[in-house]
């Protein structure tokens, strides 16, 4: 990937997921980004593969920067209703992109293949930390696997947005701590 101008970079980005908000990723094409952003395909091309690469920077960029930190709020229940609250929050932001993109990633294997390529163990919402200090208090007898925290977070939120549709408020991150995260998360502790 060579690298561009930030400039050049953000309106390349921006053009992206502007459309493909509005038309889906079927119906964009590098033409339209080329266009809406003002930049030559040429350049696409030299820092970005393809369609896939690109539209994956996007979802890979947007959500890292849409996800807030969590806060140490005194309690692994307090921190886990942050985390779902936050993610919630980006995730209904995006509700348009996210609803477009989940049939294109099963009817377009190429993209979903590159999405998971470039999707990192990422660990939303600081749930290491907020493990590590729950462990500290003695809330939690032992570490849990945060990898799989998250993923459970993320499948809540998803499931809830995709299936049940929103709103997700604070009822929903309550009810989605004390029902199934704070339980598992105490079992998987327990051993």
Request: glycine share 8%.
């Amino acid at each position: 990937m060579a690298p561009l101008d930030p400039g050049r970079e953000k309106a390349i980005l921006d053009a992206t997921f502007d459309l493909l908000s509005e038309m889906g990723y079927d119906r964009m094409s590098v033409d339209q980004i080329a266009k809406r952003a003002k930049a030559s395909k040429a350049t696409i091309y030299r820092r970005w593969a393809g369609k896939p690469e690109l539209v994956v920077d996007v979802i890979c960029r947007r959500f890292d920067m849409d996800v807030p930190p969590v806060p140490d709020t005194g309690s692994l229940r307090g921190d886990l209703v942050e985390v779902v609250r936050g993610l919630s929050e980006a995730a209904e932001r995006k509700h348009g992109l996210i609803m477009g993109l989940s049939s294109t990633l099963v009817s377009h294997q190429e993209l979903a293949r590159t999405l998971r390529a470039h999707m990192p163990a990422r660990d939303l919402g600081g749930t290491r930390a907020l493990v590590e200090r729950a462990v500290a208090r003695g809330e939690l007898a032992a570490p849990v696997d945060t990898v799989r925290l998250s993923e459970l977070v993320e499948a809540l939120v998803w499931h809830r947005l995709i299936f049940v549709g929103p709103p997700l408020g604070d009822a929903f991150a309550a009810e989605s701590v004390d029902r199934v995260l704070l339980p598992l998360a105490h079992a998987w502790a327990a051993g």
